[in-house]
């Protein structure tokens, strides 16, 4: 009931654009609370009425305007906080099309110019919206990018809000794109997915109907505003929905993981998102002392999304935090990616998690047979929910691209409005992702997400993406599953920084698995973690590993988003760039070579940082 009076405060055949949705929050509901930031996590920090962001953005939009603006791209480089926010909805009121992306910072500026340059040059961007602070820090850096020279930046902390009465309706349409969301390129170079208003208000309504928002709804989040996860489920279904969000930095979680559950515990949150490795963070590092504050009983959507779910991972977290209110069927996990403008399944509210256990050696042949008990042999694969709403899959054979049978792995084909129309100016990618057909019907068309999985009662299950799948002897091995067995192995093993793949060997595929070892061990035995890696691997997986190197923390890569890179690692591997702790090779004079190599590469970084 709750559910259904929400979903009648918003005129929905009226409204149909963001802008318009802003606007209208901005009159019925003018001085209630829509944005609060939390300054290190826990202090009540700045804060924004539905009216003081619509003034914000009108401002920001005027600016826009004036240097004629509609229809260009638009940089967003900010730190995590309201700032953003009212940037977004300003490159919106000024016709432009926002582009979020991770903000500079002078301590990893190398690291992250090369995918910031690749964005620019993509989308040929014209504006940049940002802070003086970040604007300084990329002169400071003198760069060598001329593209940067020809961006007109704005400082939006010097905007003088008078400006919003001179803001005119920009006259956008549902089909006008009001974001590109860039890939996080852990498979392919970064794409910018073409999200229209339409996209995003039609997955809003989706959202808030399949995930249980309510005029009770308080929503918490942490996820970076560049990440679909943060943009659209954290940031702006709060708006759609018209309830209160409270906004943390990622910076302020990854310091002090307690931090996003004492937030909501204070502020009674009812729905908060994060990828596995969060609640991974919080079983590790929350202290009983600290649990002795959190009541957790408000929170009834954990969503759980954006990296492969970890089963061990969900039952650890409830069996910590049960004595702190949180439930098993809090617990929401999902499946979802940018094309799709966020989610394609969902677990409903007040529902538990499902796991669905296979025979290893049958779903290895792509073949679902059910195992009645946990065991050897036995794979535990945990739902994602149940398709968002009027969302329809269909599981196809990605080489035959025919529908699977039942009782089949294969690739997820998605269709819905919510799917973008493309990647921005590449019409050729566009065409085989996005406008897919069943060959034998001419279903269609239908997104090809890349990732393989299936259906059952209702549920889908993800099983692996198909780049980084792992083929030995004609058998499919997901290298999430070698991952985490090789981490249960010691303590001394960092989570979630591994990364399995496959080499070529005299024209054999060989298994290669790359471990960092968490700074200053103890009790940390080389020889020993090899050992116990390659007999857990050929115990557990039937695989003997041709390769296998403990390395220094920073060594195992991740996207913007969470994801393991593992062709980026495989690529450092094989060109000796990682930095070895110990390793181990099937053939020792292939680990000789590489360990030279690897030696020599240490040592001309060592000259560098000496003379520079």
Same mark, same amino acid.
């Given at each position: 009931? &709750?559910?259904?009076?929400?979903t ?9 654009t963001?802008? %318009?949705?802003?606007?209208?929050r ?5 001085e ?9 996590g ?8 539905y ?6 953005? /009108?401002?920001i ?11 260009q /791209? ?9 700032d953003?926010?009212a ?12 582009i979020p ?26 504006f940049?919206?940002?802070t ?5 820090i990329?002169?400071e ?14 400082? &939006?902390?010097?905007?003088d809000l008078?400006?919003?009465d ?5 006259q ?5 794109l009001?974001?590109?969301q860039?890939?996080?390129?852990s498979?392919?170079?970064?794409k ?12 809003c309504h ?5 995930c ?7 929503s ?5 505003y560049?990440?679909?996860y ?23 979680f990854i310091k002090q993981?307690v ?5 909501i ?13 969060a ?7 929350i ?7 959190l ?10 999304a ?7 991972v =969900? ?7 049960? &004595?702190?209110g ?10 979802g ?8 399944s ?8 499902v ?10 042949k ?14 535990a694969?945990?739902g994602?929910?149940q398709?968002v ?7 196809v054979?990605?080489?035959?691209? &025919? ?5 089949e ?6 269709a819905d409005?919510s ?12 065409e ?11 279903e ?13 009662d ?6 692996? /993406?198909?780049?980084d ?5 004609g ?6 599953d070698?991952e ?9 093993l ?14 054999v ?5 790359v471990?960092?070892v968490?700074?200053n061990?103890? %009790? ?7 050992? /116990?890696?390659?007999q ?5 997986? %039937? =695989? ?5 190197v ?12 969470g994801k ?5 690692c ?7 760039e ?20 690897s ?7 060592d000259?560098?940082q000496?003379?520079?």
């Amino acid at each position: 009931m &709750t559910q259904d009076l929400a979903t009648q405060t918003l005129p929905m055949t009226n409204i149909s654009t963001l802008v %318009e949705l802003l606007r209208w929050r901005a009159t019925q509901d003018m001085e209630k609370l829509a944005y609060m930031f939390l300054v290190d996590g826990k202090k009540a920090g700045a804060s924004l009425t539905y009216q003081e962001l619509d003034r914000q953005a /009108r401002a920001i939009g005027a600016v826009l305007q004036k240097h004629n603006a509609k229809g260009q /791209r638009t940089l967003l480089l900010y730190p995590q906080g309201l700032d953003v926010i009212a940037a977004f909805l300003g490159s919106l009121y000024g016709g432009a099309i926002a582009i979020p992306v991770p903000p500079p910072d002078a301590g990893r500026l190398k690291r992250a110019l090369p995918r910031l340059r690749a964005i620019v040059k993509d989308a040929n961007a014209a504006f940049a919206l940002t802070t003086q602070r970040f604007l300084t820090i990329l002169q400071e850096a003198e760069l060598d990018f001329p593209e940067f020279q020809q961006i007109k930046w704005i400082t &939006t902390e010097d905007i003088d809000l008078e400006l919003a009465d001179q803001w005119q309706d920009p006259q956008i349409t549902p089909d006008t794109l009001a974001y590109l969301q860039y890939t996080s390129g852990s498979t392919s170079t970064p794409k910018g997915v073409m999200i229209s208003h339409h996209n995003i208000m039609h997955h809003c309504h989706y959202l808030q109907k399949a995930c249980g928002y309510d005029e009770q709804s308080v929503s918490i989040t942490w996820m970076p505003y560049f990440h679909d996860y943060g943009l659209v489920e954290g940031l702006t279904v709060p708006l759609y929905n018209g309830h209160p969000c409270y906004v943390m930095s990622p910076l302020a979680f990854i310091k002090q993981p307690v931090r996003w559950l004492q937030a909501i515990s204070r502020y009674r949150g009812t729905h908060s998102q994060a990828p596995n490795f969060a609640y991974e963070q919080c079983v590790g590092r929350i202290t009983e002392l600290q649990m002795q504050s959190l009541d957790l009983s408000s929170w009834v959507a954990a969503g759980n999304a954006a990296e492969p779910i970890n089963p061990r991972v =969900l039952e650890e977290f409830f069996e910590k935090f049960v &004595t702190c209110g949180f439930r098993w069927e809090t617990f929401a996990p999902a499946y979802g990616l940018a094309e799709n403008t966020l989610l394609v399944s969902t677990s409903p509210k007040e529902e538990p998690p499902v796991l669905c256990l296979v025979k290893t050696s049958e779903i290895e042949k792509n073949k679902i047979v059910e195992a009645t008990a946990w065991g050897d042999g036995v794979r535990a694969i945990p739902g994602c929910g149940q398709l968002v709403c009027d969302t329809k899959v269909a599981i196809v054979n990605p080489d035959t691209l &025919t529908r699977c049978l039942p009782d089949e792995v294969g690739e997820i084909w998605v269709a819905d409005p919510s799917v973008a129309d493309g990647y921005w100016n590449r019409p050729e990618e566009s065409e085989s992702t996005f406008r897919a057909c069943i060959a034998n019907t001419n279903e269609g068309p239908f997104l090809r997400t890349g990732d393989l999985g299936f259906i059952k009662d209702g549920e889908l299950f993800i099983t692996g /993406r198909i780049k980084d799948l792992i083929i030995i002897r004609g058998t499919n091995h997901y290298p999430q599953d070698l991952e985490w067995t090789v981490q249960e192995i010691h303590p001394c093993l960092r989570p979630d920084y591994g990364a399995a793949f496959s080499i070529v060997v005299d024209a054999v595929e060989r298994l290669v698995i790359v471990q960092e070892v968490k700074r200053n061990p103890e %009790e940390f035995v080389a020889d020993e973690v090899i050992n /116990r890696i390659r007999q857990a691997i050929a115990e557990i997986h %039937e =695989l003997q590993a041709y390769a296998i190197v403990l390395v220094k923390p920073g060594n195992v890569l991740k996207t913007s988003s969470g994801k393991i890179q593992r062709r980026a690692c495989k690529a450092s591997f094989l060109a000796g760039e990682l930095g070895v702790l110990a390793d181990w090779s099937e053939n020792p004079k292939f680990c000789a070579s590489y360990q030279k190599l690897s030696e020599e590469v240490d040592s001309l970084l060592d000259q560098v940082q000496v003379t520079h």
